[in-house]
């Protein structure tokens, strides 16, 4: 797949994400426009189903509505507000470190920039892009499985780590489409171009793919 190939696909994947309920994350943002809350939320959501997530995000919210909240509130008490997320109890311990990070290092005002973002604890390149492009909706690249596996799948990048197609995805992908490709890509992921056993007989891009190491 080439470049200029990616306007009707990115059409196609548009219609089909809209289709589907909206990602926890980006419902965070429309309903609180809260960048403290999306980027707890965006940390808790990392292995873990987004039913889950927003159940743990009504129960937390309900209690941590900002940083001295966050700081405030006792970690085991932390620990049975986020339960079951995908390693609640680490994910706890670097929740609490977090408002003294952001104090110390930021004013304690949440960053705008990836680079700023992922020196605070619990937040790596994926959780920071996302964070970037729907707390502050500024073009950002957010690269998981689901990413990295479609995008060298599709043929468009030749990558072997997320952090390669990260890079090479902000060389060649335009930037209109930078904040919606994660949202677009991850639902087409989990639901058609699964990495084990993808339905390519109901892909609706089938045409337009290379199926790079495809196994049906």
Same mark, same amino acid.
């Given at each position: 797949?080439?470049?200029?190939?990616?306007t009707?696909?990115?059409?196609?994947l548009?219609?089909?994400?809209?289709k589907?309920r909206?990602?926890?994350?980006?419902?965070?943002? $429309?309903?609180?426009k &809260?960048p403290f809350?999306?980027?707890?939320?965006t940390?808790?959501s990392?292995?873990?189903? &987004?039913?889950?997530?927003?159940?743990a995000?009504r129960?937390?919210?309900?209690?941590?509505r900002n940083?001295e &909240?966050?700081?405030?509130?006792p970690?085991?008490?932390?620990?049975r507000?986020?339960?079951?997320v995908?390693?609640?109890?680490?994910?706890?311990?670097?929740?609490?470190?977090?408002?003294?990070a952001? $104090?110390?290092?930021?004013?304690?005002?949440?960053p705008?920039?990836v680079e700023?973002?992922?020196?605070?604890p619990?937040?790596?390149?994926k959780?920071?892009?996302?964070v970037?492009?729907?707390?502050?909706n500024?073009p950002a690249?957010?690269? &998981?499985?689901?990413?990295?596996?479609? *995008?060298?799948?599709?043929?468009?990048?030749r990558?072997r780590?997320p952090l390669?197609?990260?890079?090479?995805?902000?060389r060649?992908?335009?930037?209109?489409?930078?904040?919606?490709?994660?949202?677009?890509?991850? *639902?087409?992921?989990?639901s058609v171009?699964?990495?084990?056993r993808?339905?390519?007989?109901?892909?609706?891009i089938?045409?337009?793919?290379?199926?790079?190491?495809?196994?049906?």
């Amino acid at each position: 797949m080439n470049i200029e190939a990616l306007t009707p696909v990115m059409r196609i994947l548009k219609r089909e994400y809209e289709k589907k309920r909206t990602p926890i994350v980006e419902l965070i943002q $429309a309903r609180t426009k &809260d960048p403290f809350q999306v980027l707890v939320a965006t940390i808790l959501s990392a292995r873990t189903l &987004d039913r889950t997530t927003a159940a743990a995000c009504r129960k937390l919210f309900g209690v941590v509505r900002n940083l001295e &909240d966050l700081r405030r509130v006792p970690r085991l008490r932390l620990e049975r507000l986020i339960y079951p997320v995908g390693f609640y109890r680490t994910k706890a311990k670097l929740l609490k470190k977090l408002p003294g990070a952001v $104090a110390a290092q930021f004013g304690g005002v949440i960053p705008n920039i990836v680079e700023d973002l992922i020196r605070l604890p619990g937040v790596g390149r994926k959780t920071a892009n996302l964070v970037v492009a729907v707390a502050f909706n500024k073009p950002a690249i957010c690269v &998981d499985v689901h990413v990295h596996r479609i *995008s060298n799948r599709w043929g468009l990048i030749r990558t072997r780590t997320p952090l390669q197609t990260e890079l090479v995805l902000r060389r060649r992908l335009p930037v209109k489409y930078w904040q919606v490709f994660n949202a677009y890509l991850v *639902s087409f992921g989990q639901s058609v171009c699964r990495g084990v056993r993808p339905h390519c007989g109901a892909c609706p891009i089938y045409a337009q793919c290379d199926q790079v190491g495809c196994i049906g």
